[in-house]
């Protein structure tokens, strides 16, 4: 009957208080379980030495403890980061990586296997497609496996902050995304703070706010195209949320008193990437709190359009600046380990 066992690492605390209650063990256990669990990165319960062995066997049979397993790892000399292929109880591919930069490390996390949006530049929706949705366990858990490995080697030790932005659009899968932020914040289990951790989205819909609320993580928003008219020809996600209600959306978000929403904006060459594409993108920003990070399209192979240049790409970052937007530009992480959206997952599928 293992398919009907709780998956432990999809268990709040509460959750895992009253499970353990219904086998007849102390609510103060789920504290020493989280321990092992998410502050010394033991995930197997026969090594858990604090408990006793009656305890050990008890919860080693009452629950499952599946995580998904390291199937690959890719480190990309030029910015050292990581990549992870991980391997999920049904044979998928989730793709994980994990930058590290001046004793600060972020993990780009994916929230689903494939996607359904189908962004044309995306080698995620456009090649793979939809396949499933990932568990909390299946989300957090990547951040689980990739840290034990890194500390492991020596590679890091801890992380600085976790970022939505692998595989996937987290408002589609908000439930799982959302409890995965829990396990990820909340003081008994990995207790990073929620403003360590941002959540991408191509504009899914209403709803936004009231997630950004609920979570209290930050907010970047997968802007890309400053017209509805260019955006639904790229995003055919605008034709069912337009730019007037996603920025409608984006004005109800309630902003801490130092945060801004992280407008991301791809180039594509000759796309998307004049100066009146930049003055378009001004005028649709102009009342929200925001910064602009522009990202150099890295090429996939189904989408056939070019970087900008860097002298475009400097032009329409200064363009932004002069009209008092901070701007950044991305520099590419893991792009010669395939380290855009999906590539790798999709070399390896
Ligand atoms: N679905 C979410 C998060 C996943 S993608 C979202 O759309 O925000 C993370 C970021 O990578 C998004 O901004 C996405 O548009 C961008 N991206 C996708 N394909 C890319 C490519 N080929 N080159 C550069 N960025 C890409």
Redesign the pocket.
């Known amino acids: 009957m293992e398919n009907n066992k709780k998956n432990i690492f999809d268990l709040t605390h509460e959750e895992l208080k009253a499970a353990l209650n219904e086998m007849k063990q102390q609510p103060f256990r789920a504290k020493q379980l989280c321990d092992w669990i998410y502050k010394k990165l033991i995930f197997d319960p026969e090594q858990m030495l604090n408990l006793s062995k009656n305890l050990r066997e008890t919860v080693s049979n009452g629950f499952s403890w599946y995580l998904p397993e390291i199937e690959h790892v890719a480190h990309s000399k030029s910015d050292n980061s990581y990549k992870f292929l991980l391997k999920t109880n049904d044979g998928k591919l989730i793709e994980s990586i994990f930058m590290t930069d001046k004793g600060r490390s972020t993990i780009c996390v994916s929230c689903m296997i494939g996607?359904p949006?189908r962004?044309k530049?995306?080698?995620t929706g456009s090649q793979i497609g939809f396949v499933r949705m990932l568990t909390p366990a299946e989300i957090a858990g990547q951040v689980l496996v990739t840290l034990r490995y890194m500390k492991e080697k020596g590679l890091a030790q801890r992380v600085s902050s976790i970022v939505?932005?692998?595989m996937?659009?987290?408002l589609i899968n908000k439930e799982a995304v959302k409890k995965s932020i829990y396990l990820l914040t909340h003081p008994e289990c990995f207790a990073l703070s929620p403003s360590r951790i941002s959540v991408?989205?191509?504009g899914f819909g209403p709803g936004i706010a009231a997630f950004i609320e609920k979570t209290g993580v930050r907010l970047?928003v997968?802007l890309?195209f400053p017209t509805n008219k260019l955006r639904s020809q790229y995003m055919p996600v605008n034709k069912k949320f337009p730019l007037e209600d996603l920025i409608a959306e984006l004005k109800k978000v309630k902003l801490k008193k130092r945060d801004y929403i992280l407008i991301?904006y791809?180039l594509l060459g000759g796309i998307n990437d004049s100066i009146r594409h930049a003055q378009q993108l001004q005028k649709l920003i102009s009342n929200l709190k925001v910064k602009v990070n522009l990202?150099p399209?890295?090429p996939?192979e189904t989408f056939p359009a070019e970087a900008s240049s860097e002298e475009v790409i400097n032009n329409f970052a200064r363009y932004l600046h002069k009209k008092g937007i901070f701007t950044s530009v991305r520099r590419s992480k893991g792009l010669d380990v395939d380290g855009?959206?999906g590539q790798f997952a999709l070399k390896k599928q």
Do not use: D, K, Q, R
Request: proline content about 4%.
């Open positions: 996607c949006l962004c530049f995306c080698a939505f932005m692998g996937g659009e987290p991408s989205t191509a970047a997968s890309h991301e791809l990202i399209y890295n996939t855009g959206c």
